[in-house]
């Protein structure tokens, strides 16, 4: 394969967010370099966070979601080479599987953006005898999968969802819309487990329970079918009673794990989650080889606890940085990841950042009920912001909110916690205030002053 | 007058937001204190900038501005007088004008919050013989003012309003929904002088002028009509040209005046533009005396150049800060005002923090005009997006912004610039992204990265 460029070669593994980005970068910092994406599917870089809407029929053509085409690589003077899957890593070489063929390509800085597959939970029977997920089984991770669904699930009835983190809500959403009767199952007490303390998960179960059955602390233990599924059985993790439901189809959403195959075939460090390890320049521990993405592990900001990443705003960050500096440019990442996310369900709007009180020690919160407009406005609509703080230096440590324009509130959050504010110093942040926008305080800041109420009855 | 408590005696000149607050927050932080509210006008705490609203019909009932009853005060163990004009301030007393009586009470910390008065622009025969404005003319700045604007404009046609700012431009939407002809008349080039930055501020004129008449670079120079206003003589400040347009009623949104004449006389110093100056605990230069509100000045943040207190936003954190050390607290204001702010304008969001362009040396700024959401979701509208930055270190120096959900960005926007972040590291902050809320790369960030790539293109 020549090289377009007499500059330095980088080559990127896999053209998700994280790995797309890191090509678009290491571009822009380096005209001279020579970036080539190999990708082992079909598709150009698009986004794995819309296939839910996919189902719904809210995007109704996958081309849609494709964010960066062929074309746009094209453009941009990055080599892409689709359906072409990496095998090996030797000798700062990649072998290159694309179709029948075997090529081979050099590189001088190398970035792994394999991403990850989705976990499957120990269900019985939930495998055909050829060791495959059995008909009417999916996960959601690609179009393919997307298109398998969408196919399969014409005149079935049942679905049921096991996980109730954001994928499967999102998931849940997207068949009721499609008329589906659906069933979400979540092994641990509350829904959105990990973005979620129990009393904000209450609100949005309380709103979603309208819509969707949804079972906490109940586990999935076996399928029934032969051929394909038909139901069920589920069990009761407090009671131990179990129960069939009927089930046409049935979507595992339970987390993700890295896909680590290649880097670790060439020494890199996976750490205690899975995931490649990675320092802040996005550089793992051999030398020129730098991963992104779902296929790596994050530390989180405020406890400094590994976590497999997979959320695409992380990716994308991790893509830039590796990029500009495999490119020979010089940046890093903050000191940890915040792990700000979000999600629309039944048109309440989630978001959070930071870790969840359970992972917490020494905190107090506070959480303000109210209305997104000062209360005279007529368009104020119900917004609930809960704030994690440090008891001793009442730095913010956490925030998570329901309703109405919430996730931008805590993109502010996000950003006081970057910088260690304490809710002291939040209270006193200007934020914009006009009556038909939000009021003199914000709820945010209105959720910081409960915290020194509470303080205060405390001493 | 009893004190109902035997600690510490604080009195408060003026009920508006930052009065009220500091009261609040003197009350919250010592129980034992004796907090007291003179008040000269017969309304307890309500919303100014609530009152195009109500003269929009938007909200159809003066009372429901009043955001803190008297009653809620009574609750909080704060004593409120109403139609109580302080005097005059000597030895430590006030003088309080109620009805014919003139009481005393001593303080032992004293805060100011008087408030202003709309400055009123060189208009030729704007007075009547009595020296009051004439027949028709009106500010907007209290209850009573926009009760007798509502009253006045009753089968009148066409309203006039001088100044494009915030209040102008508010009160002509409000004018608008009442089905009056509309004509709006700004000294400067462009409408929100103050707050955008001339290609933004014609983003806006281009979506109002469809609703409204706006003269910009127009003066408004005489009054016709001998009893009430008839119409007024308009003069084009570059050709000098002038022309009369008929006006049944004018409003005034000029500007505001600090009201400085119980401060001044007990020897608070004034500063350059007519307010108190005060320190970052609130404190004038006279011992116990605090102020706080649009009596008093700010330093901006940015430029450290002195500007009159408008906003509501500053005097209430100013009312937070006063309250709390006026009784006993220690608390201080950051190193100037960002100056956050936003309005909605027939449907448009509109939100800027920090200086304009004109107002700064050495900057460099990037413009993002794009979509709220990823191009594959179909729901994201037109958001555009300016970062202003100092061109040696990147720090984000201000932020203006357009369309849909700005005034929660650009409160991400103040935060960042608080802590003087640089567009390279905005572009790292994780925020929030799914489908339906927000791509991965969010408009403030795309702007953040036009700037860069501006950067890269001078080098």
């Given at each position: 394969m020549g090289s377009y460029y007499m500059g330095e070669e980088i080559v990127v593994i896999g053209c998700g967010a994280s790995g797309g980005t890191a090509a678009q970068f290491a571009?822009?910092?380096?005209?001279?370099?020579?970036?080539?994406?190999?990708?082992?599917?079909?598709?150009?870089?698009?986004?794995?966070?819309?296939?839910?809407?996919?189902?719904?029929?809210?995007?109704?053509?996958?081309?849609?979601?494709?964010?960066?085409?062929?074309?746009?690589?094209?453009?941009?003077?990055?080599?892409?080479?689709l359906s072409s899957e990496v095998t090996e890593i030797k000798n700062k070489r990649v072998y290159v599987k694309r179709g029948k063929r075997i090529i081979e390509k050099e590189y001088d800085k190398l970035?792994?953006?394999?991403?990850?597959?989705?976990?499957?939970?120990?269900?019985?029977?939930?495998?055909?005898?050829?060791?495959?997920?059995?008909?009417?089984?999916?996960?959601?991770?690609?179009?393919?999968?997307?298109?398998?669904?969408?196919?399969?699930?014409?005149?079935?009835?049942?679905?049921?969802?096991?996980?109730?983190?954001?994928?499967?809500?999102?998931?849940?959403?997207?068949?009721?819309?499609?008329?589906l009767n659906v069933t979400v199952v979540e092994m641990l007490p509350n829904i959105l487990p990990s973005m979620l303390d129990g009393d904000m998960s209450r609100e949005v179960y309380n709103q979603l329970k309208g819509y969707i059955n949804i079972f906490t602390d109940?586990?999935?233990?076996?399928?029934?079918?032969?051929?394909?599924?038909?139901?069920?059985?589920?069990?009761?993790?407090?009671?131990?009673?179990?129960?069939?439901?009927?089930?046409?189809?049935?979507?595992?959403?339970?987390?993700?794990?890295?896909?680590?195959?290649?880097?670790?075939?060439?020494?890199?460090?996976?750490?205690?989650?899975?995931?490649?390890?990675?320092?802040?320049?996005?550089?793992?521990?051999?030398?020129?080889?730098?991963?992104?993405?779902?296929?790596?592990?994050?530390?989180?900001?405020?406890?400094?606890?590994?976590?497999?990443?997979?959320?695409?705003?992380?990716?994308?960050?991790?893509?830039?940085?590796a990029g500009i500096n495999a490119a020979g440019g010089d940046i890093e990442l903050f000191d940890g990841f915040l792990q700000t996310r979000t999600t629309k369900l039944f048109d309440i709007e989630i978001a959070a950042v930071g870790p969840i009180s359970d992972n917490l020690d020494n905190i107090i919160s506070g959480k303000f009920k109210g209305l997104t407009h000062p209360e005279y406005y007529p368009e104020g609509s119900q917004i609930i912001i809960k704030v994690l703080c440090n008891v001793r230096d009442k730095r913010i440590v956490g925030a998570q909110a329901v309703g109405k324009n919430v996730a931008q509130r805590i993109n502010t959050m996000a950003c006081a916690m970057l910088h260690k504010m304490s809710v002291d110093d939040f209270i006193k942040l200007e934020t914009a205030y006009a009556p038909p926008i939000a009021p003199t305080i914000d709820p945010l800041a209105a959720a910081c002053e409960v915290v020194n109420m509470k303080l205060k009855r405390r001493s």
């Open positions: 571009r822009k910092t380096d005209r001279e370099a020579n970036v080539t994406i190999f990708e082992k599917s079909e598709y150009s870089q698009y986004s794995k966070c819309a296939l839910p809407y996919l189902i719904s029929g809210k995007i109704d053509d996958p081309k849609k979601l494709v964010e960066f085409s062929e074309d746009w690589f094209s453009r941009a003077k990055i080599n892409l080479f970035i792994i953006a394999t991403g990850a597959k989705s976990a499957i939970p120990p269900i019985k029977n939930i495998f055909d005898k050829e060791g495959g997920l059995k008909k009417g089984i999916f996960t959601l991770r690609t179009i393919d999968d997307a298109l398998g669904i969408l196919n399969y699930i014409k005149n079935k009835k049942n679905v049921v969802i096991v996980g109730g983190g954001l994928i499967g809500l999102e998931a849940a959403e997207a068949f009721y819309n499609k008329k109940h586990l999935v233990t076996e399928i029934e079918g032969e051929e394909r599924i038909k139901s069920v059985k589920i069990k009761n993790k407090n009671t131990r009673e179990e129960f069939d439901i009927p089930a046409d189809v049935l979507i595992v959403s339970t987390g993700i794990k890295p896909d680590v195959y290649l880097a670790k075939s060439i020494g890199c460090k996976i750490g205690e989650r899975g995931g490649i390890i990675i320092n802040k320049r996005c550089e793992t521990n051999v030398k020129d080889v730098y991963a992104v993405g779902d296929c790596t592990e994050g530390k989180d900001f405020v406890t400094n606890k590994s976590f497999v990443v997979g959320l695409g705003s992380i990716g994308v960050r991790q893509g830039i940085v």
